[in-house]
């Protein structure tokens, strides 16, 4: 899979590259890949991609930070034809001890603080104060991720649900949950409850962290239309998505607009 990889910060704790990966033609998996070090894949975009590790497949989309341990071996596929963007921490402490790769679902909150840390690091902020503070940040979301719940391989109709609320979060006019549950052969009722054992999220959390990511990644592009993107999001109004931006990083709309938008960010 094509990669074009920017160096961001180099320091004795870790390094950080901004990665943009293209996805090749056809939908085969990627060339198998051995780490030479352990690394953590923060996302910056919700393209989706399928990551083979063994005998196992996990759906990883715009919320899912994944870990690799050394000399760890696994594959990708990009879900749709596109453009994924990631921001890779190289030769970290370890937050955890695992024998197979480690996937976990971020916070809304916690993305942000990944947008806004990318966003200052591209700039090139370079004073002392600034790259101190950001590689605290950084040092933060990694140690968050050895407290963080593990999202095992999902099968059956969860990761059907999973995939089809992935693919269709970020549009206007958006399935129903009734209709996510009928598209993969279960009852609301069932689907919900297991996909919150599954997950720790309800449907409409994650259907609603994904929006929010999505908001998050056309900010960082540039997007300062901010009725607009409500509006492509399925949010009723700019005050609607307004409220619940806030509500679950802890920053306005226009706050994160001057964050992500701005060399100035600050966390």
Known sequence: MPQERTLLYAGHEFTVEHVRAHAHTGADWSAP??????????PTGRALLDVRSGDSTWLVDGLTAMHFGEAMVYQ????????????????????RADAAPLFCLLSPRALYRVHVAQRRLRAGDTSEENKGSDAATIASLVAQLGTSRPQAPLKGAVARAKRLLAETADREARLSLHEVADAVSRSPFHLARSFREQTGLSLHQYRQHLRLAAAMERLAEGDADLAGIAHDLGYCSQSHLGAVF????GVT???ARHALGTPAARI
């Open 33 to 42: 890949y051995t780490l030479a070090t352990r690394r953590i894949v923060f």
């Open 76 to 95: 990708l596929r990009l879900a749709a034809r596109g453009v994924r963007h990631s921001m890779v921490v190289s030769r970290h402490a370890v937050p």
């Open 246 to 249: 806030r509500r679950e990083t």
């Open 253 to 255: 709309l226009g706050e």
